[in-house]
């Protein structure tokens, strides 16, 4: 309901700002006016006991209305489009691959060269790792931002950036970047003044005189990086205080509780948003908000923050999508689509990262019970919101699913976990995959895995052995994996070099500033010699990446597979085979995995009651069903439609 106290807040703005009565500012109007109250609520929610919160709410609505005023006529042309469509992000059409500019194409300039090549294998969205300045050695992969608007040097422009973005709209493709919004890098302007001493400066930060508090924080936080980053604040000889430093000692965290820091910060984003961008992948929100005698994640102020600023870029820049990069629980990660009044108004996409692990244990295990577990979880997706599903992404591979999923299937879940660890961290000797452990724990001895697609699927082993029966093998687990996420719901995103088969990169143990990070070994440097053998038949690159192409166009075609919460979990009698129907109306297509290196067998009543023959749009061919069974060999999937 419109609350007419807030209108003085639109007038004072509009007459400043001086709106024209175009068709463009009467819907920004609109959709202001249609907002505000909720904005006002959230955002007087977590400021209204400060005695500046009015002004700081009018900075706030300044804001928002400048970023219209900036936001180009082409771009608010986008957003009807878009807003025609309904929520356009659901499409089964969109395909994304995630890869760092440098290391996929030397810089912006030379990635608008390689669209062809991402064009013909059928991605058409482009998530483009952090692009913003950040110290060399010091940049924890360009997390560690030094200036949220000026482009890496050696990446190039801010002006390269649009024109890549206006060749990505003359090919109806669309674009991703991350916003670091927990944390900047010590060497951040902000941060300069801080360490000079300026008080005002100091409280977008959390500095403190003593460790008195570090430590009452410190008990209940658990430590990020505890080998190569223990504990969760730093000592600035400077000025004599510690500061807050979550993720690396270089990297100062952001004080929300400031709304002179959410202003700053939500200026930064819409600058993003007005850059063209369609998504904007928010990194780590669930730290933004801190509180003493908590882990300081998760907390219901960064829900308030990020419902806050979802409305704030509905009503700027409407045609932007936000993906929260939260990666935690799956009873937590729903808390992302937001609640009640608010849902679908705080994360647009979340990382299924709970499945992506889960794939993981299973290609380990054979066994699809403790993936079968989750699903309870993770259907409780609302409609309207979507996953990013994904194999392999920059990050490590967390085990973070629940122990009761483990347990319900009769496994202890610490030896559950340390197996996995064994088979994926390079320490099971006949283990196929080649991986290693990361950020290990030395008190609970947890960790997470790091490797690339290919190489954890045993490639890597399989080329150093030269055994073409294990290649084959390695290259339908890879087509397995990745068949699980393009027709799962939501954007699949492949990671740059899968598409290839890459394995393991071991060049960054010669570069100091990434040798401590072994996640380095799946960012690979891209080699265009190598990927010209995507063309060349028989090559395993050939057929990996012809393999994927093909998937990728059969998902453009399959209109069931657009994320309208249409998926239904079949009850599988082999533990070792695990399938999900789509449907629209009358129409439904079966997807059936084989996650054992066996032979298997199920009865086909699990799938289809009639017995009625299907075509397996995968393999072309018909598949019968009147015989009761259904066969299939290690690692082979069934696309199953009716005949």
């Given amino acids: 309901m419109y609350n007419p106290t807030l209108q003085p807040f639109i007038d004072s703005v509009s007459q400043s700002k001086k709106l024209s009565k175009s068709t463009q500012d009467y819907y920004f109007l609109h959709r202001l006016i249609a907002n505000i109250d909720d904005i006002h609520t959230l955002f007087a929610g977590i400021y209204g006991h400060l005695p500046q919160a009015r002004d700081m709410f009018g900075q706030l609505i300044q804001v928002l209305f400048q970023a219209h005023l900036d936001r180009s006529p082409s771009l608010k042309n986008r957003d009807e489009a878009k807003e025609k469509k309904g929520k356009w992000f659901l499409s089964n059409e969109i395909t994304g691959m995630s890869l760092y500019v440098n290391r996929f194409a030397g810089n912006i300039e030379g990635l608008g060269n390689k669209l062809t090549y991402l064009e013909d294998l059928g991605v058409n969205l482009l998530h483009l790792m952090p692009l913003f300045k950040s110290p060399e050695g010091e940049s924890d992969g360009g997390y560690a931002v030094e200036d949220f608007r000026v482009i890496e040097n050696k990446l190039g422009t801010i002006e390269d950036l649009k024109r890549l973005q206006a060749h990505l709209l003359e090919k109806d493709m669309y674009l991703m970047i991350d916003m670091v919004l927990n944390h900047t890098s010590h060497h951040h302007e902000w941060a ?188 409780k997706k609302p409609l309207g919101s979507s996953w990013i599903t994904y194999t392999r992404c920059h990050d490590d591979i967390g085990l973070g699913y629940d122990d009761y999923m483990i347990a319900n299937v009769g496994f202890t879940p610490y030896l559950h976990r340390f197996y996995l660890k064994n088979y994926y961290g390079g320490i099971q000797a006949d283990s196929p995959a080649a991986g290693a452990l990361f950020a290990i724990n030395p008190k609970t001895q947890d960790a997470r895995i790091s490797g690339s697609l290919a190489s954890l699927c045993g490639l890597e082993k399989a080329l150093a052995a030269k055994d073409p029966r294990w290649i084959e093998e390695s290259i339908q687990k890879i087509l397995l994996m990745e068949a699980h996420c393009l027709f799962l719901g939501g954007i699949p995103m492949l990671f740059y070099g899968d598409e290839a088969a890459y394995t393991n990169d071991y060049s960054y143990l010669q570069d100091p500033s990434k040798s401590y990070d072994n996640r380095w070994m799946h960012r690979p440097i891209i080699h265009w010699e190598k990927n010209a053998l995507v063309k060349k038949k028989g090559t395993v690159e050939n057929k990996v990446y012809a393999s994927l192409k093909e998937l990728i166009a059969l998902r453009k075609k399959l209109k069931v597979v657009a994320d309208l919460k249409n998926l239904e979990w079949l009850p599988c009698t082999n533990k070792s085979i695990v399938g999900y129907v789509r449907y629209i109306g009358n129409e439904r297509v079966y997807f059936l995995f084989n996650f054992s290196s066996l032979e298997q067998i199920i009865p086909v009543h699990a799938i289809e009651p009639n017995k009625q023959n299907k075509n397996c749009l995968w393999s072309k061919k018909q598949v019968s069903l009147e015989k009761g069974s259904l066969g299939f060999q290690p690692y082979q999937f069934y696309i199953l439609a009716d005949s």
């Fill in 192 to 379: 300069k003044k801080a360490k000079s001493g300026n008080r005002e400066f100091q409280d977008y930060y959390y500095f403190y005189d003593d460790r008195t508090i570090p430590d009452q924080m410190e008990n209940t936080m658990p430590e990020i990086f505890p080998e190569s980053s223990p504990g969760s604040f730093t000592f600035q000889d400077s000025v004599q205080k510690w500061v807050m430093t979550v993720f690396h000692q270089y990297q100062w965290d952001l004080n929300y509780s400031n709304p002179k820091v959410l202003i700053e910060m939500l200026d930064n984003l819409l600058f993003y948003g007005n850059l063209g961008v369609d998504i904007v992948r928010i990194d780590a929100p669930a730290f933004i908000w801190k509180q003493m005698g908590t882990s300081c994640q998760n907390l219901p102020e960064a829900h308030s923050l990020l419902q806050l600023i979802k409305l704030c870029t509905e009503v700027a820049t409407p045609g932007m999508a936000i993906l929260g990069e939260a990666i935690v629980a799956p009873a937590q990660i729903m808390e992302y689509f937001g609640k009640d009044r608010y849902t679908t108004h705080e994360c647009d996409f979340a990382y299924n990262a709970t499945h992506m692990a889960l794939q993981w244990d299973t290609l380990a295990t054979g066994d699809t019970r403790i993936m079968l577990e989750a699903q309870h979880e993770l259907a």
